[in-house]
């Protein structure tokens, strides 16, 4: 029969934390001082690494990976989302893909975004907008490049708009913009 350890090793990593006060004396009073403690504060890296999947909306991903841009229609009334949709939420029928990548699209709505995610925090201000194409019935949030955000003009509503790619595909939403038709 092994002997279990009765001290467990030290060892590197962790935590190392420096002058976390305690009382030398343990009566009664010096361990009061603990509730007027202030709460011990502790920085750390923190990495994980998480697989996930897009499930039914893997095919938009990787079509925008090769430079389209698909929507789903319903295939019983043709009601046509821009963005990804397994099932129709009117009827919970399946949806088709479809390519919208040649469609003319317009500008619907904008915002200038003058604060973002860490992530896009150092492109602000930037130009968040939702695009409308034809014959589709909703429409697709994106962000606009090519415009001057600090020229931001209500004669932006309605200018046609297509999309550009992103070379190199990070399988994000973000692989697919839109810039002025005229580019």
Sequence with gaps: MSKMPDRRPETLGGYVVHGVPFPVETDA????FLKRLAP???EQEYKITYLHSYGQ???WFAAASNRK??????PETGYTYA???GHDMYTGHETQWIDITNRTARVH???VCHFGSEEFLPETPFVLALIEFDSVNTLFLTRLMGLDPDQASILWIGMEVKPRFQRNSKLKP?????V???H
Excluded: G, H, K
Aim: glycine content about 0%; aromatic content about 10%.
């Design 180 to 182: 002025p038709a005229e």
């Design 83 to 85: 963005t990804p949709r």
């Design 57 to 59: 909306d893997s095919p």
């Design 69 to 74: 841009l698909l929507a789903t229609s319903e």
């Design 109 to 111: 709505a904008f915002t």
């Design 174 to 178: 973000t692989d697919v913009y839109f």
């Design 40 to 42: 011990i504060l502790i």
């Design 29 to 32: 009073d010096s361990l009061a």
